[in-house]
């Protein structure tokens, strides 16, 4: 299984981006999926999460500015982020936890990083 992201980029205060991320494979079932991100000197943290009943988590800071979507069809997950601020520079991980066919329990499997700046 693989997650592959995209989306991320230079963004002036205020502006809008799109991150996607796509896992390929064999999966069984989605537990969670979502975003996290970490920023240079800091932990990474979690940004908003899908789960398996539908439901999303977000991280206080992000509420009513950002908005997490998944596609089990297409197994995507989408953070949309609007008003962004500096603050919110980092490196954005995309993580999945899921159930496979050929093993017990579940797995976390995390992608490689895009990186979102937000600066005028």
């Known amino acids: 299984v693989q997650l592959q992201a995209s989306g991320g980029g230079l963004v002036q205060p205020g502006g809008s981006l799109r991150l996607s991320c796509a896992a390929s494979?064999?999966?069984?079932?989605?537990?969670?999926m979502g975003w996290y991100r970490q920023a240079p000197g800091k932990q990474r943290e979690l940004v908003a999460t899908?789960?398996?009943?539908?439901?999303?988590t977000y991280q206080d800071s992000v509420k009513g500015r950002f908005t997490v979507s998944r596609d089990n069809a297409k197994k995507t997950v989408y953070l949309q982020m609007n008003s962004l601020k500096p603050e919110d520079t980092a490196v954005y991980y995309c993580?999945?936890?899921?159930?496979?066919?050929?093993?017990?329990?579940?797995?976390?499997?995390w992608g490689k990083g895009t990186q979102v700046t937000v600066s005028s």
């Open positions: 899908t789960t398996s009943g539908g439901s999303a």
């Open positions: 993580h999945l936890r899921y159930s496979g066919v050929y093993f017990a329990g579940l797995r976390d499997l």
């Open positions: 494979g064999t999966i069984f079932s989605i537990n969670a």
